[in-house]
């Protein structure tokens, strides 16, 4: 079965660091996109960044570039979000969603089950 | 950035009618293979979001044929034939063109009179 497994919810202070995780299973990891999704509460969903597991070259949304980083450890399947100093805006539902490689888009086909990010101090 | 955005917000619909959502994208959507490159996104309340339909028309694999899509270039459609109380949700739609930048939709919020 394709899949995308996320970590667990977490609860975090402004200004500490965090890293979520995005783990793929039952496909070739390497021939797919992983994009972060987030969703504010009671928002919609907005495009973060993706990263391409075969090289790591990342993108980012103009708007979080600086702020989050994307990266991947091929050798485990997985993709990962981080933060180095949360903010109190960072709270939200945060999903990774896999896009096959290439120029013929066809979708965000899978979607991990979210993970929660609460931050308060 | 290629600004979607859809209508309506909020989408009253009685059960075993038929209910509409229009997508507009600010950039032609139309690639060179005749395809455009616009998805379709369901997320049920409490869900994760799930892919619909992609390449402007077609379904995903699992997908009702009661959801249609159409359109082409910058103005899109989705249509849900005879709905059903498992349809509400909020439907998004979401450009694939720029994949260094992707953007979703503000979203279509379906629910049951």
């Known amino acids: 079965e394709v899949q995308l497994v996320q970590s667990g919810a977490e609860v975090k202070k402004p200004g500490e660091s965090l890293r979520i995780s995005c783990k793929g299973s039952?496909?070739?990891?390497?021939?797919?996109?992983i994009s972060w999704v987030r969703q504010m509460p009671g928002k919609g969903l907005e495009w973060m960044g993706k990263?391409?597991?075969?090289?790591?070259?990342?993108n980012y949304s103009p708007s979080l570039q600086g702020h989050i980083t994307i990266s991947v450890d091929k050798s485990i399947n997985t993709a990962y979000l981080q933060w180095n100093s949360l903010k109190a805006s960072d709270a939200a539902m945060y999903y990774c969603?896999?896009?096959?490689?290439?120029?013929?888009?066809?979708?965000?086909?899978?979607w991990g089950q979210g993970t929660t990010v609460n931050v308060s101090s | 950035d290629i600004v979607m955005t859809q209508s309506p917000l909020f989408l009253p619909v009685t059960p075993g009618e038929s209910a509409s959502i229009s997508c507009r994208s600010s950039?032609?959507?139309?690639?060179?293979?005749?395809?455009?490159?616009l998805d379709w996104y369901l997320q049920k309340p409490g869900h994760s979001p799930q892919l619909l339909i992609y390449l402007g028309s077609i379904r995903a694999s699992g997908v009702p044929d009661r959801f249609s899509a159409s359109g082409s270039g910058t103005d899109f459609t989705l249509k849900i034939s005879r709905v059903e109380a498992d349809d509400v949700g909020v439907y998004y739609c979401?450009?694939?063109?720029?994949?260094?930048?992707?953007?979703f939709g503000g979203g279509t919020k379906l629910e049951i009179k």
């Open positions: 039952g496909y070739s990891f390497t021939s797919y996109w």
């Open positions: 950039q032609s959507l139309l690639q060179s293979n005749r395809y455009s490159y």
């Open positions: 979401m450009q694939g063109v720029q994949t260094a930048l992707l953007t």
């Open positions: 990263i391409d597991p075969s090289d790591s070259e990342t």
């Open positions: 969603a896999r896009s096959i490689r290439g120029t013929m888009w066809v979708g965000l086909d899978v």
